[in-house]
C-alpha cells in the first residue's frame, strides 16, 4: 500500500525562487520513488499567471503537474509591499488548505514546507484532525527572523507565535531542517534530537537549464565585462547595499560591471540609492523568468551569496549558494557558519566582510585578475554539490522518514 502524503507549500511551480523549485523538484522524486503525493498550494504569486481565465473567481483548482496531484487555493497576489496583504496571503492559504484538506482521502502523513509559519500550523491542524503523522520542514527561522528584521514587533503577538511554535515541535513526528546549525538551535530550544533530520536544500542537476549568458551580455552591451552577479530575494535580510557601495567603489574600472536580479522588499530603495549615486555599473533586472534566470547566472563571472551581519543569520545555508555552484560559478561569500565551511571544503569561493564594502572589492578584484583560477573554483564547487548536495540522493533521505512513519516509527 502507497504512503499518501499531503505536501503544503505555498511555493511551486511555476515560481522560480528558491523554495519553488524545492517543492518542485522533491514532489516529483517523491513521486518516482512510490509515494502518493498530493501537492496542496496557493495559487501561483506571479501577475501574468493569475490574469489566466482559470483562477478567475475561484478558491480551489485542481491541476495536475507531470503527473502529480496538485490542489491550488486562492490566496492574494503578495507583492511583498505590505505586511496587511502579506498577512492576508498567509492566513487565506492556512485557513483553505485545512477547510479543503478535511475533505479529502486520509493521507498516512502531512508535510508542511515552511516558511511561513502559518503553513506549518496548518499541517498541524490538518494532521491532527485527519490522525496522520506531521512533519514540518523548517527552512528557515521565521519567527526569529522577523523579530530580528523588525517585520515583527507586538511582543503580544510574537508570543503567542512562541507558543504555537513549540506546540508545533512537540507534536512532531519528525522535523525536517535545511542546516545543521537548525538542528543546534532547535534542540537548544529543548526539542528532541532524535526527532530532528538535516536534509539540505541542493540541487537537482537534471532540472538546471543551460542558459545564453552571451545573450545577456549582448542586450547590456557587457560582452567583454568581468560580471559580478545576485540572483535571488532583494529582501531586508540579504544586505545587499554592500554590493551598492562597492559598484560605487569600482565606478571607475574598466570592463566591470553588477547584476542585481530579483525582486523584494528592499528593490526600491537600493535602485533609488544607485540612482543618488549615478552609478553606471550596477544592473537591476528585477522579476524575471526561471529561463532568463539560467541566461543571466551564465553571464556572472563569480556569483554574490550574503545575509546581515548576525550570529543568527550564520546558522542559515541559502539555497542560492548550491545553485551558484552546481553552475560552476565561483561564489564570494558574506556570510559565516555553515556556508563558510562549505566554501573553504570545496575551494570554490573567497569570504568578504558583509559590513565593508572595501572588503568586497578586494576579492572581486582578485577574482578579476586571476580569472583561470576563478573558473577552478567554479568547476571545484560543482564537483562539490554534485557529490554532497545533490537533491535526488537528499529527497531518499525524506523518502525514509516517511517509510519509517508509516511503519508505525515515531518520536514524540
Partial sequence: ??????????????????????????????????????????????????????????????ENYKGLEVV???????TKKGAFVRLLNYCSFMILAVGVGLFMKKPTTVYASSPPFFVALAGLILATMKRARFVPEIRDLWIDFAVLLGQLKNNSVIAVMRVLEKIIYRAADRIVVVTEGYRDHLVGLGVKEAKIRVIHAGVDFDQLIKGNGEKVRAELNLTNHFIVGYAGNVGLAQGLEVM???????????????????????????????????????????????????????????????????????????????????????????????????????????????????????????????QMMAIAMGENGRRYVNEKFERRKLVNKLGVIFKELGSGAGVR
Avoid at 504512503?3 to 518542485?24: D, G, V
Avoid at 517523491?30 to 501574468?48: D, S
Fill in 1 to 62: 500500500m502507497k504512503s499518501r502524503i499531503f505536501y503544503l507549500t505555498q511555493h511551486f511551480f511555476p515560481e522560480n525562487q528558491a523554495a519553488a523549485f524545492r517543492a518542485t523538484e522533491s514532489a516529483l522524486l517523491l513521486q518516482e520513488e512510490g509515494f502518493e503525493v498530493v501537492l496542496i498550494t496557493g495559487f501561483p504569486n506571479l501577475v501574468a499567471e493569475r490574469k489566466k481565465g482559470k483562477y478567475r473567481g475561484r478558491l480551489l483548482v485542481r
Fill in 72 to 78: 491550488r487555493l486562492y490566496t492574494p497576489l503578495d
Fill in 244 to 370: 551598492v557601495r562597492a559598484a560605487n567603489l569600482m565606478r571607475d574600472e574598466q570592463n566591470l560591471a553588477f547584476i542585481v536580479v530579483g525582486d523584494g522588499a528592499d528593490h526600491r530603495r537600493l535602485t533609488e540609492v544607485a540612482k543618488y549615486l549615478k552609478l553606471n555599473n550596477i544592473y537591476f533586472r528585477g522579476q524575471v523568468t526561471r529561463e532568463e534566470a539560467a541566461d543571466y547566472m551564465s553571464a556572472f563571472n563569480c556569483c554574490l551569496v550574503l545575509l546581515i551581519n548576525d550570529p543568527l543569520f550564520n546558522l542559515t545555508l541559502p539555497s542560492k549558494l548550491f545553485e551558484c555552484l552546481a553552475n560552476s560559478r565561483p561564489v564570494l561569500l558574506g556570510l559565516g557558519g555553515e556556508a563558510e565551511e562549505i566554501i573553504r571544503r570545496s575551494e570554490s569561493g573567497l569570504i568578504f566582510n558583509v559590513q565593508d564594502p572595501a572588503s568586497l572589492v578586494q576579492q572581486i578584484r582578485y577574482l578579476k585578475d586571476n
